[in-house]
Protein backbone atom coordinates (compact mmCIF):
# COMPACT_ATOMS: atom_id res chain seq x y z
CA UNK A 1 0.00 0.00 0.00
CA UNK A 2 1.20 3.16 -1.23
CA UNK A 3 2.05 6.38 1.36
CA UNK A 4 -0.67 8.45 -0.45
CA UNK A 5 -3.56 5.33 0.42
CA UNK A 6 -2.24 5.17 3.89
CA UNK A 7 -2.73 8.69 4.55
CA UNK A 8 -5.89 9.00 3.22
CA UNK A 9 -6.95 5.96 4.65
CA UNK A 10 -6.19 7.60 8.18
CA UNK A 11 -7.70 10.74 7.57
CA UNK A 12 -10.79 9.66 6.16
CA UNK A 13 -10.76 6.95 9.09
CA UNK A 14 -10.60 10.39 11.65
CA UNK A 15 -13.41 12.07 9.33
CA UNK A 16 -16.09 9.26 9.04
CA UNK A 17 -15.48 7.75 12.61
CA UNK A 18 -19.41 7.02 12.13
CA UNK A 19 -19.07 4.53 9.39
CA UNK A 20 -21.43 5.50 5.98
CA UNK A 21 -24.07 4.65 5.03
CA UNK A 22 -23.77 2.91 1.73
CA UNK A 23 -20.53 1.87 0.30
CA UNK A 24 -18.04 4.36 -1.82
CA UNK A 25 -14.68 3.99 -3.36
CA UNK A 26 -12.16 6.75 -3.77
CA UNK A 27 -9.99 6.02 -6.59
CA UNK A 28 -6.54 7.92 -6.05
CA UNK A 29 -5.40 7.80 -9.68
CA UNK A 30 -1.85 6.03 -10.00
CA UNK A 31 -1.67 4.77 -6.08
CA UNK A 32 -5.17 2.79 -5.15
CA UNK A 33 -8.27 2.56 -3.88
CA UNK A 34 -10.24 3.14 -0.66
CA UNK A 35 -13.26 1.71 0.26
CA UNK A 36 -16.01 3.17 2.67
CA UNK A 37 -18.78 1.12 4.63
CA UNK A 38 -20.64 0.59 7.59
CA UNK A 39 -17.47 -0.94 8.52
CA UNK A 40 -15.27 2.03 8.27
CA UNK A 41 -12.51 2.56 6.04
CA UNK A 42 -9.80 0.20 4.16
CA UNK A 43 -7.96 0.06 1.10
CA UNK A 44 -9.71 -1.87 -1.61
CA UNK A 45 -10.99 -2.40 -5.06
CA UNK A 46 -14.71 -3.75 -4.00
CA UNK A 47 -17.91 -2.46 -6.02
CA UNK A 48 -19.46 0.59 -3.86
CA UNK A 49 -22.46 2.53 -4.77
CA UNK A 50 -20.51 5.37 -6.12
CA UNK A 51 -16.57 5.49 -6.85
CA UNK A 52 -15.05 8.86 -6.63
CA UNK A 53 -11.96 9.45 -9.33
CA UNK A 54 -8.96 12.14 -8.80
CA UNK A 55 -5.49 12.66 -8.32
CA UNK A 56 -3.82 12.71 -5.18
CA UNK A 57 -3.90 16.41 -4.93
CA UNK A 58 -7.34 16.61 -5.21
CA UNK A 59 -7.97 13.99 -2.66
CA UNK A 60 -5.65 15.44 -0.34
CA UNK A 61 -7.33 18.92 -1.05
CA UNK A 62 -10.61 17.17 -0.25
CA UNK A 63 -9.37 15.65 2.85
CA UNK A 64 -7.58 18.94 4.69
CA UNK A 65 -10.79 20.76 3.77
CA UNK A 66 -9.14 23.18 1.62
CA UNK A 67 -10.98 22.17 -1.45
CA UNK A 68 -14.83 21.02 -1.05
CA UNK A 69 -16.03 17.94 -2.82
CA UNK A 70 -18.27 20.04 -5.04
CA UNK A 71 -15.75 22.65 -6.19
CA UNK A 72 -13.16 19.78 -7.30
CA UNK A 73 -16.45 17.90 -9.18
CA UNK A 74 -17.58 21.37 -10.50
CA UNK A 75 -14.18 22.27 -11.77
CA UNK A 76 -13.53 18.66 -13.43
CA UNK A 77 -11.15 17.43 -11.02
CA UNK A 78 -12.98 14.72 -9.08
CA UNK A 79 -15.03 12.09 -11.29
CA UNK A 80 -17.91 10.42 -10.05
CA UNK A 81 -19.73 7.20 -11.26
CA UNK A 82 -22.99 5.81 -9.68
CA UNK A 83 -25.55 6.92 -7.00
CA UNK A 84 -25.22 10.70 -7.19
CA UNK A 85 -27.42 10.55 -3.66
CA UNK A 86 -24.91 9.08 -2.10
CA UNK A 87 -21.85 10.91 -3.57
CA UNK A 88 -24.02 14.07 -2.28
CA UNK A 89 -24.36 12.57 1.49
CA UNK A 90 -20.64 11.62 0.92
CA UNK A 91 -19.76 15.22 0.35
CA UNK A 92 -21.93 16.68 3.25
CA UNK A 93 -20.15 14.26 5.43
CA UNK A 94 -16.62 15.09 4.35
CA UNK A 95 -17.25 18.79 3.73
Do not use: H, W
Amino acid sequence: MSDTINEAVAALSQKMSGGFDGTAKFVIDDEGSIMLDENGVREGDDEADVTLTANADTFRGILEGDLSPTMAFMGGKLKIDGNMGMAMKLASALG
